[in-house]
């Protein structure tokens, strides 16, 4: 038997914040809108982040009530802590003084000479590391991290001769353990949660 429409949702903004704006989403926003009207269902307003997360949920067959989600991406970088109520409930933990995860990403993979975006590039590249990648400096402090300066360590590297496949590594291994300490340190901080 064919599926019954029962809602339509859209991203209508980035992220659930009163000044988030861009206007790629008013086409979608507006065809969901005209979709609900026609078929005569509800129409539900979501932030790209918010549909980030419950496809991140729904996908995984969880149903947590509270847990810290990390977002990143080329234009976000947060740790946020979630509450499931009647509707979803998200608090911004911590996050980057600067460059996001995906602009870090990028900028080195442009400088490879990677197509950009440059992440599933760089993964590939950095697969063909040997067991010991660039060490690149984790700069983290509190809730709080850095990129740049990850990011000007790296170009350094190049400029002296880097492999290009440590490089990649190294750049997988630096936003890794970025997660990893500010994770640790927000769970230090706010208790314990499923991420």
């Known amino acids: 038997s064919p599926l019954k429409l029962q809602a339509v949702a859209a991203s209508t903004r980035p992220r659930p914040l009163i000044d988030s ?3 790629v989403f008013t086409v979608g926003a507006s065809f969901a809108r005209s979709l609900a009207l026609v078929f005569g269902v509800p ?8 549909g980030h997360l419950l496809a991140g949920l729904w996908s995984a067959g969880v149903a947590w009530q509270s847990f810290y989600v990390v977002h990143l991406s080329g ?5 946020l802590a979630v509450e499931m109520k009647e509707e979803l409930l998200l608090s911004e933990l911590g996050g980057t ?9 990028d900028r080195v993979g442009v400088a490879l000479g990677l197509m950009f975006p440059s992440g599933p590039s760089l993964e590939r590249l950095g697969i063909c590391a040997g067991p ?3 060490i690149v400096p984790v700069a983290v402090k509190g809730g709080i991290l850095s990129f740049s ?4 360590h790296v ?7 880097a492999r290009p496949e440590e490089v990649a590594r190294g750049v997988e291994h630096c936003v890794a353990q970025s997660v990893w300490h500010i ?4 769970d230090r901080e706010h208790g314990a949660k499923p991420v």
């Open 21 to 23: 704006y861009l206007p």
């Open 97 to 105: 003084e600067d460059l996001h995860a995906g602009q870090f990403i």
């Open 149 to 152: 300066g990850p990011e000007s």
């Open 43 to 50: 129409f539900f307003e979501l932030s790209h982040q918010e």
């Open 132 to 134: 010991t990648p660039l």
């Open 155 to 161: 170009q350094r590297a190049l400029l002296q001769g």
């Open 75 to 79: 234009g976000t970088t947060e740790v």
């Open 183 to 186: 994770l640790k340190n927000i």
